[in-house]
């Protein structure tokens, strides 16, 4: 059991690293379903925050030897792979990305509050930039069109003239993005402090853990995919009344809907039959002839996942006599610091 952070051995470090590669790893593949079971709010920050904070620390834990944020990123992949095997690979890269963004900075640059804030502002931008790709690639320039249509709308009811309306919308996207990795960016560091100062933090009650062993889980695959395709839809049909409704007669407008209607229709075919299964198959095949390679750091990995679990549904539950900021930064600091410290699951009896 790992009690203190300061001036750990060699023996102590790696074992903290391995405690926090699980931690990683069930973050990426199960603390969002488990945040949406228990109604927290802000999941996508939540779950980008704790992966900056865990590469931040196995960074600063490994120290000159930073190859081991690239090897505990492929472990977390291949758990990833495991044990939700139908995650797009979206997700996929942007854990590479985070992993590979965060070995270059620190081998130049210490763990300090402007690597992790450069660390987290990038890793959410580039977040936002794809998510607006994949929206670029289902709905084509009629989304763009159809919003500066709309935009140039609303801004004639004011008397203002408006143009190209949607370039606003992406700028301001990205400024929420942006915000928000210098949001993670004061909570990690302020964490990584609590975290090795090692103050303020209760001792977790095993029995407690015994307790939690019943934690909701997440949603099923399919429930999820259905909601997707609805929303794809409600989308498509609010573009195609946008784009009829502003064209400058009836023909037009016909024409603007099928063109969207038929683009869109061929996009989503294309990226849920197609191309997203198909990369994911890639990427699986490649992270399976890693996994024997890794087989044992897999496989512990995988023995921690359901304490991580329970961890997590306590740390949230011990933090609600806190609010704002100070409630994460609690329960970004228990739920590491319980992470490292807590032993095997108890038996039921």
């Not at 690293?17 to 996508?44: K, N, Y």
Request: with cysteine.
């Amino acid at each position: 059991m790992i009690t203190g952070y300061n001036d750990l051995s060699t023996e102590q470090k790696q074992a903290a690293i391995q405690r926090l590669t699980a931690l990683w790893a069930f973050t990426e593949s199960g603390l969002g379903g488990i945040m949406h079971a228990l109604q927290i709010p802000f999941t996508g920050l939540v779950v980008g925050g704790m992966a900056v904070i865990i590469i931040c620390l196995i960074a600063d834990l490994s120290k000159h030897q930073l190859k081991q944020v690239l090897k505990s990123a492929l472990v977390v992949l291949i758990v990833k792979a495991m044990v939700s095997p139908h995650t797009p690979f979206p997700a996929y890269i942007a854990v590479s990305f985070q992993a590979l963004l965060g070995y270059l900075l620190f081998s130049f640059l210490p763990v300090n509050f402007f690597s992790i804030l450069l660390l987290s502002s990038i890793a959410m931008l580039e977040s936002a930039l794809q998510k607006l790709l994949v929206l670029t690639l289902l709905f084509g320039k009629s989304f763009w069109k159809a919003m500066d249509e709309m935009l140039a709308f609303i801004a004639k009811q004011f008397g203002i003239a408006a143009t190209n309306g949607s370039q606003w919308i992406v700028i301001s996207y990205l400024l929420i993005y942006i915000t928000g990795g210098v949001f993670i960016a004061w909570i990690a560091w302020k964490t990584i402090r609590g975290f090795f100062a090692n103050k303020g933090i209760p001792v977790l009650d095993t029995a407690l853990i015994d307790q939690h062993a019943d934690l909701p889980v997440a949603q099923k695959k399919k429930r999820s995919v259905y909601r997707k395709l609805w929303v794809l839809i409600l989308v498509l049909i609010g573009l195609s009344v946008i784009l009829y409704v502003f064209a400058a007669d009836s023909k037009q407008g016909w024409l603007a809907v099928v063109r969207t209607v038929s683009w869109t229709l061929a996009a989503i075919l294309g990226w849920y039959m197609i191309v997203s299964p198909l990369f994911t198959k890639l990427i699986q095949k490649l992270l399976q002839q890693k996994q024997s390679r890794y087989s044992d750091e897999v496989l512990k990995t995988l023995s921690f996942l359901p304490l991580m679990r329970r961890i997590a549904g306590i740390a949230w539950q011990q933090s609600r006599n806190l609010s704002g900021p100070a409630r994460w930064q609690f329960f970004f600091t228990a739920l590491i610091h319980w992470s490292l410290t807590a032993t095997d699951i108890p038996e039921k009896r």
